[in-house]
């Protein structure tokens, strides 16, 4: 299986500052047939359904705010939230659709400082 | 564009079989994997297992021995068996699209718990 691991669990930032989450697999999810890495992002609001952010580690999925950004390959991955904003409060997970099982990260919870 | 709804029930006692219906609503059933995850409270999001459109199932290698996905295209549903449920079993059960493997639509998801 491959394990993915998420940082922090946490963390509080300031509105308008940057909040960074860090997502690593145990092994690369980048596939030599395409040169795609298989990793997504979701945001996750308490009482939802989890919300597409990012395919192929930094696709921006329609309607997701440009603020968003997904960044990374192999088997560093990083979603950054250039300007956070009060709706932005959520837990972020990451997800590899690389091989099944599937797996996701175990999340990070950002709030507001 | 899709949503998926899950139904089933919201207490199942120990020992007892978990079944769950998802309902697909604005997009057929065909070309997509359909999928079952479940969060347990405090913990990270699993992978249950899903089918393909074909007929084909995988399933989470933990549960293998328990789970059982099937499909009815005809009704746009898809459903989840869960035999010998204890309460570590309890937990949010969300049922999902995939564009091949990667997860794009979610339900809402609904929380079963085990209890007697």
């Known amino acids: 299986d491959i394990v993915m691991t998420q940082s922090p669990d946490s963390l509080a930032v300031s509105l308008g500052e940057r909040a960074t989450i860090n997502c690593k697999s145990s092994?690369?999810?980048?596939?030599?047939?395409?040169?795609?890495?298989?990793l997504a992002w979701y945001q996750h609001k308490p009482g939802q359904p989890p919300k597409f952010l990012f395919s192929w580690a930094s696709t921006r999925e329609s309607g997701v705010p440009d603020r968003f950004s997904g960044s990374g390959s192999g088997t560093d991955f990083t979603l950054t939230i250039s300007s956070l904003q009060a709706e932005d409060v959520a837990t972020y997970f990451c997800h590899q659709y690389y091989s099944a099982p599937l797996t996701f990260g175990g999340g990070t919870k950002v709030e507001i400082k | 564009q899709v949503q998926l709804q899950e139904s089933g029930p919201g207490l199942v006692k120990p020992s007892e079989t978990l079944s769950l219906t998802c309902t697909v609503s604005?997009?057929?059933?065909?070309?997509?994997?359909w999928n079952w995850i479940r969060q347990v409270p405090g913990e990270g999001l699993e992978w249950i297992g899903h089918?393909?459109?074909?007929?084909?199932?995988n399933y989470s290698p933990s549960l293998k021995s328990r789970v059982a996905i099937s499909a009815d295209t005809s009704k746009h549903q898809f459903s989840l068996r869960l035999a010998s449920m204890t309460a570590a079993d309890t937990a949010v059960y969300y049922c999902?699209?995939?564009?091949?493997?990667?997860?794009?639509?979610w339900g809402p998801g609904t929380l079963v718990t085990v209890s007697s």
């Open positions: 999902a699209r995939g564009a091949g493997y990667m997860i794009e639509s």
């Open positions: 089918i393909h459109y074909s007929g084909s199932t």
């Open positions: 604005g997009d057929s059933t065909s070309s997509f994997y």
């Open positions: 092994q690369s999810v980048l596939s030599s047939a395409d040169n795609k890495n298989y």
